[in-house]
């Protein structure tokens, strides 16, 4: 089985960053992709950010385009999501997962983090 923990989210004003980070453990030798997805409060969880780790692709979904970045440590096992311009809409708990690309478009896997709060203040 693969492991994930995620680390890295807090409290930041409107405009702010924030990077998290996502190792992986365990076994790791055939993940294909990571993503990220976050849930707010009243709100099904939403498909992020995802990275493959074969090379491209890498996808966004439209509302963190141009704001937020993911990438990896190949080495570490480990997912990066540096979130910049934040907004207070950003607020949520964000999840790590272990996945595929499909296609071209990221599938989640059964593989999650605990999860990470970010909340942006206005």
Same mark, same amino acid.
């Given at each position: 089985?693969?492991?994930?923990?995620?680390?890295?989210?807090?409290?930041?004003?409107?405009?702010?960053?924030?990077?998290?980070? =996502?190792?992986?453990?365990?076994?790791?030798?055939?993940?294909?992709?990571?993503?990220? $997805?976050?849930?707010? !409060?009243? /709100?099904?969880?939403? $498909?992020?950010?995802?990275?493959?780790?074969?090379?491209? !692709?890498?996808?966004?979904?439209?509302?963190? /385009?141009?704001? $937020?970045?993911?990438?990896?440590?190949?080495? /570490?096992?480990?997912?990066?999501?540096?979130?910049?311009?934040? /907004? !207070?809409?950003?607020?949520?708990?964000?999840? =790590?997962?272990?996945?595929?690309?499909?296609?071209?478009?990221?599938?989640?896997?059964? $593989?999650?983090?605990?999860?990470?709060?970010?909340?942006?203040?206005?």
């Amino acid at each position: 089985q693969v492991q994930v923990v995620e680390s890295g989210g807090g409290l930041v004003q409107a405009g702010g960053s924030l990077r998290l980070s =996502c190792a992986a453990s365990g076994a790791t030798d055939n993940v294909n992709a990571m993503g990220w $997805f976050r849930q707010a !409060p009243g /709100k099904e969880r939403e $498909f992020v950010a995802g990275i493959s780790w074969r090379g491209s !692709p890498t996808s966004y979904t439209d509302s963190v /385009k141009g704001r $937020f970045t993911a990438s990896r440590d190949d080495r /570490k096992k480990t997912m990066y999501l540096q979130m910049d311009s934040l /907004k !207070p809409e950003d607020t949520a708990v964000y999840y =790590c997962n272990i996945g595929r690309y499909l296609f071209g478009r990221y599938r989640s896997g059964d $593989f999650w983090g605990q999860g990470t709060q970010v909340t942006v203040s206005s």
